[in-house]
């Protein structure tokens, strides 16, 4: 198991799931929270305003089992643009949330890239 990963399993931290954490959309509050954190895409070198941003699933949603999957919480979203998104989707750029909040990012050539909140 990777230690640096805060938590793999995307439920952030909670071992039982907190009100909002297993439906698709966050709240606004989570939301609030979420830009708050990260004011770009964390995309490397990206620029968009996170308000302008999918709130993207780190730990994707298990749609067919929402306990099992990636919860909503702050703890496994992550503010990604329209473009950034479609690039992890599919799968030509990897994510993993770090302890602290930190977002690591992987191209399709093995380079790393991490976004800590506030960047």
């Known amino acids: 198991m990777d230690r640096a ?11 039982v799931p907190p009100d909002g954490a297993l ?3 966050p709240s606004e509050a989570v939301a609030a929270l979420v830009t708050a954190l990260y004011p770009t895409c964390v ?3 990206c620029a968009v305003p996170s308000e302008d941003c999918d709130l993207d699933h ?3 949603f298990d749609h067919t089992d929402p306990e099992r ?3 909503t919480v702050t703890g496994n979203l992550a503010p ?10 599919r799968r030509q750029w990897h994510h993993r949330m ?3 909040g ?8 093995g380079t790393d890239y991490f976004t800590a909140p506030g960047e």
């Open 98 to 100: 770090l302890r602290d």
């Open 43 to 45: 995309h490397p070198a």
């Open 5 to 15: 990963v805060a938590n793999p399993d995307g439920h952030g931290g909670f071992a």
């Open 69 to 71: 999957g990636g919860w």
């Open 23 to 25: 439906t698709y959309r």
């Open 102 to 109: 930190i977002v690591h990012v992987r191209d399709s050539h």
């Open 80 to 89: 990604l643009c329209r473009r950034h998104h479609g690039l992890k989707t």
């Open 58 to 60: 780190v730990v994707p």
